[in-house]
């Protein structure tokens, strides 16, 4: 019997993977998408901040109307809201840069107050005589500056409360024991020049130290640091003839002297509206 062999074909699959070979579609993949989202920022941020304006508008015409004052316009820059006309009242000055800053438009997440700086350049056709409160000396102070009118209350209290608010969100720098302002108070003194166009009369600069060292060296380093400041306000376009700088040392601590932190606390620049001086 003839023997049979039968023949047998074996097969095989062989896959080669590249080492290192990413995978097709990382990173290359996530480039539209990337571009996708580029583009509807761009396309969005002119939107949004239209959008705001349009809402701080739409709430100081309200909270005009709501107050009557058809004495009273506007004018609006993003969410900085400019008030003018001529009062009939203080009362009614007061209580309408309050219903602004107050006001309230619609959002996504609710209701919300739209206008974050209120300023106002009312015009005041019978300005009391008021006196100011210090006797020291001020830097810079003039003789005009003295006679002019002096600001009303509801001016010098909106002034004050925007540089309150821009001097505890940033703190002006020095190098210490020294009036050399530093590099990275550019943006508050930046801000600080901005809010000082809105604000009526001279402003005061005042320089406060902890209550470390002899007590006329603390004076001598405040006074200079407000000088410093005055200078670097001068310098970005603020009129020297409406900044005045004094120095009060150890004089008038807002903090604990015992502790770093409320020493840290104490040294710092304040400026505020003031009215002249007595001649």
């Given at each position: 019997?003839a023997e049979k062999?039968?023949?047998t074909?074996v097969?095989?699959?062989?896959?080669?993977?590249?080492a290192g070979?990413?995978?097709?579609?990382v990173p290359w993949?996530l480039?539209?998408?990337?571009?996708?989202?580029l583009?509807?920022?761009?396309a969005l941020?002119?939107?949004a901040v239209?959008?705001?304006q349009a809402?701080?508008?739409?709430?100081?015409?309200e909270?005009?109307?709501s107050?009557g004052a058809?004495?009273?316009?506007?004018?609006?820059s993003?969410q900085?809201v400019?008030l003018?006309?001529?009062p009939?009242s203080?009362a009614?000055?007061?209580?309408l840069?309050?219903a602004?800053r107050?006001?309230?438009?619609p959002?996504?997440?609710?209701?919300?107050?739209p206008?974050t700086?209120?300023?106002?350049?009312?015009?005041?056709t019978?300005?009391?005589?008021?006196l100011?409160?210090?006797?020291q000396?001020?830097?810079?102070?003039?003789d005009?500056?003295?006679?002019?009118?002096p600001?009303t209350?509801?001016?010098?209290?909106?002034?004050?409360?925007?540089?309150?608010?821009?001097?505890?969100?940033?703190?002006?720098?020095?190098?210490t024991?020294?009036?050399?302002v530093g590099?990275?108070s550019d943006?508050?003194?930046?801000a600080?020049t901005?809010?000082?166009t809105h604000?009526?009369?001279?402003l005061?600069?005042?320089g406060?130290?902890?209550?470390?060292?002899r007590?006329a060296?603390?004076?001598s380093?405040?006074r200079?640091?407000?000088?410093a400041?005055?200078?670097?306000?001068?310098?970005?376009?603020?009129?020297?003839?409406r900044?005045?700088a004094?120095g009060?040392g150890?004089?008038?601590?807002?903090?604990?002297?015992t502790t770093?932190?409320g020493?840290?606390?104490?040294?710092?620049?304040e400026i505020?509206a003031?009215?002249?001086?007595p001649t």
């Open positions: 019997m062999v039968a023949n074909v097969r095989e699959r062989r896959t080669w993977r590249g070979v990413p995978l097709p579609f993949g480039v539209p998408l990337i571009a996708l989202i583009l509807m920022i761009v941020v002119p939107f239209g959008e705001v809402s701080t508008d739409t709430a100081t015409r909270a005009l109307e107050q058809d004495w009273a316009s506007y004018n609006v993003g900085w400019v003018e006309g001529e009939p203080q009614a000055a007061d209580a840069l309050k602004v107050q006001a309230k438009a959002t996504l997440f609710g209701d919300a107050a206008a700086r209120v300023y106002d350049k009312f015009t005041w019978q300005d009391q005589p008021l100011g409160s210090g006797s000396p001020r830097f810079g102070e003039t005009a500056q003295r006679a002019a009118p600001p209350d509801a001016q010098i209290a909106s002034c004050n409360e925007t540089m309150s608010r821009l001097l505890k969100q940033a703190r002006i720098e020095f190098s024991a020294s009036a050399d590099a990275t943006n508050v003194l930046t600080i901005r809010a000082a604000c009526h009369g001279v005061q600069i005042e406060h130290t902890d209550n470390v060292g007590s060296a603390n004076i380093l405040s200079r640091r407000a000088e400041v005055r200078e670097a306000l001068i310098a970005r376009g603020v009129a020297a003839d900044l005045v004094q009060f150890a004089e008038q601590p807002i903090s604990d002297n770093d932190e020493r840290a606390r104490n040294r710092r620049i505020r003031i009215r002249p001086s």
